[in-house]
């Protein structure tokens, strides 16, 4: 019996057989032509991807829906990036063959994500890599690898491609298991999907001699075990049909309200990074959304994204959404989220440094585009606006000051608008936390940004995993910065919510509820959990002092 560990992406049980898939990652050489040659032989290759990658996005939309079809869209602009071209065709100049160059351009332009401390933005590396083996094997006339299953299996790999998990018979998977990867790889948003039990970052390889081996997956706890004895088996065997009839019987919370036995209500909103998200928050109960991460439309653009590009996808996600409320946080570029047209300078500690509503204070016309783009959007639903990393009440006044001339110059033109639409922040830096009483008197609504909070209160990197040991998320100093943040928005008269991975911690689902957090904000996969263990808490009973004091 082998036991391995690394991060839950879905929690669960699975129990079946091993199958190890292993890559050919060799660096491709071919017979060798001229230059010019090399040269068409990419644009040829390219052609054949993009239509390929066109293929595989219908292939997805009608096997895993249209939000993981997406990724087929953005893997086809991958291609046809000016930047990954230019670095091929440099290296074709300089004497390489195009299926070589395709791969190392792709493996230099991934290094640059991998450094990124966003977990978002290192998933993406595997997407760049993808693509330029996609490339790669066309210029090479080889055959796209596809994973073949005979019986219902585990798969475990170093990381999975888009195209091999759109590829696969979903019937026949029990689970994922990869040595890299994260919770925003394509392996984990499938396993989110469709509900697989599934291990990410297990750090090691599992060794060939364990492949049709019995291999047990607990997403709960993040433990991977290969061969296991027969009173391990057994355990986790019951410990299955127990979770399995646990996520049967959260089916009826299905459009019931989530309201503790002593009838204090919390709302259970989503957390997204797009529109498409939307339809997953739906599918999962999601009450609304509690923070649609705009940078992204940033980050996935080679300029500044237009007013116009803005409203049609904030839009789009608002009448999904039918009424519901979308809380639009506006962009936090900076830091681990680099956008190259922002030209930011390089910093020696940028967690600490130019992001977000900084930006926009040096450069006003960022906010003022976005916030004209969030506003028209209000006229097409529920809609709110949230700015992170506020330190100060000047801060806030001065976002309140560019909202007014949005709105005042939207009525010029005529266009309609909310003009009651709410303008929150989020409390992510302990400064906001130790003057949440005077943050409360200028904002609409506080949204705690936890893993942002935690970071910061406990002077530890959140993307440096070796001080996991060092940090607590309970530690009550964040916890007694929450409870103060609350206070002072209440006695305000207005609502606050937790948007970070806090949120979604069953084991302080009762501590949020008695301080009055008013809503949660998590991944769609996680609202029927939550909503079962707000049913069962009575916080009127709850001695707060325990966690924080």
Not at 91 to 120: N, P, V
Request: aromatic share 6%.
């Amino acid at each position: 019996m082998t036991e391995y560990r690394g991060k839950s992406v879905f929690e669960g049980i699975a129990v079946g057989k091993l199958k190890i898939v292993r890559h050919d990652n060799a660096v491709a050489v071919h017979e060798q032509g001229t230059p010019e040659e090399e040269r068409k032989k990419f644009y040829a290759a390219r052609e054949k991807a993009v239509s390929e990658l066109q293929s595989l996005y219908e292939q997805a939309l009608a096997t895993v829906g249209e939000s993981e079809a997406e990724i087929f869209s953005m893997h086809a602009m991958m291609t046809e990036d000016a930047d990954l071209e230019d670095a091929v065709l440099a290296k074709i100049d300089a004497g390489e063959g195009a299926a070589q160059a395709a791969e190392e351009a792709g493996f230099e332009l991934s290094q640059t994500f991998i450094r990124m401390d966003d977990e978002y933005m290192r998933a993406r590396a595997v997407d760049v890599i993808d693509v330029a083996k996609r490339l790669s094997g066309y210029i090479l006339g080889k055959k796209e690898e596809e994973i073949l299953l005979n019986e219902p299996s585990i798969l475990a790999s170093s990381d999975f491609t888009p195209s091999e998990v759109v590829k696969l018979d979903k019937s026949k998977v029990l689970g994922f298991v990869t040595t890299f990867g994260s919770e925003t790889s394509h392996t984990s948003i499938l396993a989110r999907t469709l509900a697989l039990p599934s291990v990410v970052n297990i750090r090691d390889s599992i060794d060939m001699p364990f492949d049709g081996k019995t291999c047990i997956v607990d997403g709960f706890t993040g433990k991977v075990i290969v061969d296991p004895d027969e009173e391990t088996l057994s355990l986790y065997l019951k410990k299955k049909a127990e979770t399995d009839a646990a996520r049967e019987r959260r089916q009826a919370l299905i459009g019931q309200k989530s309201v503790t036995q002593d009838g204090r209500e919390v709302h259970i909103y989503c957390n997204v990074g797009n529109s498409e998200d939307v339809k997953a928050a739906l599918q999962n109960d999601g009450e609304g959304v509690g923070l649609l991460r705009s940078e992204f439309l940033y980050l996935e653009s080679e300029d500044y994204p237009s007013e116009e590009k803005q409203y049609q996808e904030y839009s789009r996600a608002a009448k999904l959404l039918e009424g519901k409320l979308l809380v639009i946080r506006t962009m936090d570029i900076g830091a681990d989220k680099q956008a190259s047209y922002f030209h930011l300078p390089h910093e020696e500690n940028p967690a600490l440094g130019m992001r977000s509503v900084r930006i926009c204070m040096d450069r006003p016309e960022i906010l003022y585009t976005q916030l004209r783009a969030i506003y028209r959007a209000s006229a097409d639903g529920n809609v709110a606006a949230m700015v992170p990393m506020i330190i100060s009440g000047a801060e806030v006044r001065w976002v309140r000051q560019m909202a007014e001339k949005v709105r005042a110059d939207l009525k010029k033109e005529g266009i309609p608008f909310d003009e009651k639409m709410q303008i929150g922040i989020m409390i992510e830096t302990p400064a906001a936390a130790l003057i949440a009483d005077e943050l409360a008197k200028e904002a609409d609504f506080f949204s705690i940004g936890s893993n942002d909070l935690i970071q910061y209160t406990l002077a530890a990197d959140r993307q440096n995993q070796s001080l996991e040991k060092f940090v607590d998320p309970h530690h009550k100093a964040v916890l007694r910065l929450i409870r103060y943040a609350a206070e002072c928005a209440h006695a305000e008269g207005k609502w606050i919510g937790v948007c970070g991975e806090l949120a979604r911690d069953l084991s302080l689902t009762e501590f949020f509820a008695a301080c009055g957090i008013d809503e949660l904000s998590v991944s769609p996969p996680y609202v029927l959990p939550l909503r079962e263990k707000l049913l069962s808490v009575n916080v009127s009973k709850t001695d707060l002092d325990k966690y924080t004091k």
